[in-house]
């Protein structure tokens, strides 16, 4: 089945410094990417996500790429604010036309040092 | 629009105890799922249900039960409660479309259950 790795699994930076969290996934099936942010005692939430007949999508601070021949993905986030510190999940699936099933990768705790 | 609500927030039981989580979406979604959190270990599927009346086995289904009588309704049991049940439970749904489509998933605020 399919399998999502997720590093690092902390990541500590200052504040207006970029953080990169990488995944990589086994399922040359998969083809939505989700990235979801979770506060402490909170929900998931979905941020951002990426399509596989894309290579790249932003929305204003944060951005994903997406290398399909590698098969892995990242989340990039500029200009780092104390509340984006958080839990950061990746997730790979073949779609809602399958399952629907998300695969999530084991997560990031981000945290900005203000 | 609630959403995704799950019912209880917290629960503490005692070995061999059971008990029903129950997970209700008012958004017409198809698709339903439990999650179990756990430190370093991410989001993993318990169960998971496409319709009303069908459910099928995740990631880590051992020692849980479900069911879907109603489309808006999931519920996740646990027959004889074990300390190894000491979780984060979350319930997601998901809109049925087709093709590449984004099925992104909402989820419930959680339920914490310890078991002593």
């Known amino acids: 089945g399919e399998n999502v790795e997720q590093h690092p699994s902390t990541l500590s930076v200052q504040e207006g410094d970029s953080a990169v969290i990488k995944c990589t996934y086994s399922?040359?099936?998969?083809?939505?990417f989700p990235w979801y942010k979770q506060e402490l005692g909170k929900r998931p939430q979905l941020i951002i996500d990426i399509r596989s007949n894309v290579g790249e999508k932003k929305d204003q601070r944060i951005a994903v790429t997406l290398n399909k021949t590698a098969k892995h993905f990242s989340l990039h986030i500029t200009e780092t604010q104390p509340e984006d510190s958080a839990v950061y999940f990746c997730a790979a699936s073949k779609g809602s036309g399958n399952t629907g099933k998300l695969i999530f990768g084991q997560g990031t705790t981000l945290q900005v040092k203000p | 629009n609630a959403g995704v609500t799950q019912t209880p927030k917290f629960r503490v039981l005692k070995t061999g105890q059971s008990m029903t989580l129950l997970c209700a979406q008012d958004?017409?979604?198809?698709?339903m799922y439990w999650y179990r959190q756990d430190p370093g270990m991410g989001l993993r599927l318990i169960h998971y249900s496409v319709g009303e009346g069908t459910t099928a086995k995740g990631e880590v289904p051992d020692g849980y039960n479900v069911s879907r009588l109603k489309k808006q309704n999931f519920l996740l049991g646990l027959e004889s409660a074990a300390p190894s049940q000491t979780s984060v439970y979350f319930c997601?749904?998901?809109?049925?479309?087709?093709?590449?489509?984004?099925?992104?998933?909402?989820f419930g605020a959680g339920t914490r259950l310890s078991v002593l």
């Open positions: 997601a749904s998901t809109k049925r479309t087709s093709g590449i489509a984004k099925n992104i998933q909402y």
């Open positions: 958004m017409n979604h198809e698709y």
């Open positions: 399922d040359s099936a998969s083809n939505y």
